[in-house]
């Protein structure tokens, strides 16, 4: 079925240059750029796209505790993450894309790589590309610097989709 999804290529890809090498990924899996604007992320969109929902923030949590560290709460995890990763969206330049193709949201996420670089597959984005881990970010105080955003569902995609670039 053919689709649309939401692509962010966050500022520490922008910075490193990895914004042509990304897309030609994607394009490379069969997807096609249908929508793209290079902007400073403004904070009432970023708020929203990461919102300070609980279970949003539990989700976001778990990962903490599924890299291996302890924390008191996956919520209060969460809610620390939300708080670095709002910050550093807004840090530096970003591009966000519409992807369209055959199952996009899928081919999308499967071309991104898992969240954490360090246990992302060879030859994925973030497994190639990425330096980071989540591990050492949270001890830094700061989001894993994972390249990208990558809608996960379809229905978060629409959602994503109408919220960076209107109806």
Known sequence: MIQQTLIIIKPDGVSRGLT??????YEAAGLKVVKRKDIMAPLSIVEKHYP??????????????????????????????????????TSGPVVVMVLEGEDAVIVARKTTGLTDPATAEKGTIRGDLGTDNILKANMEERPVWNLIHASGSSKEAAKEIKLWFGE
Do not use: C
């Not at 042509?20 to 990924?25: G, T």
């Not at 539990?58 to 709460?73: D, N, Y």
């Open 20 to 25: 042509d090498e990304i897309i030609k990924r």
């Open 52 to 89: 300070m929902d609980p279970e949003y923030l539990r989700l976001i949590g778990e990962k903490t505790i599924a890299a291996g560290q302890q924390v008191k709460s996956a919520e209060d995890q969460g809610r620390k993450v939300v708080t670095w990763l709002r910050k550093f969206i």
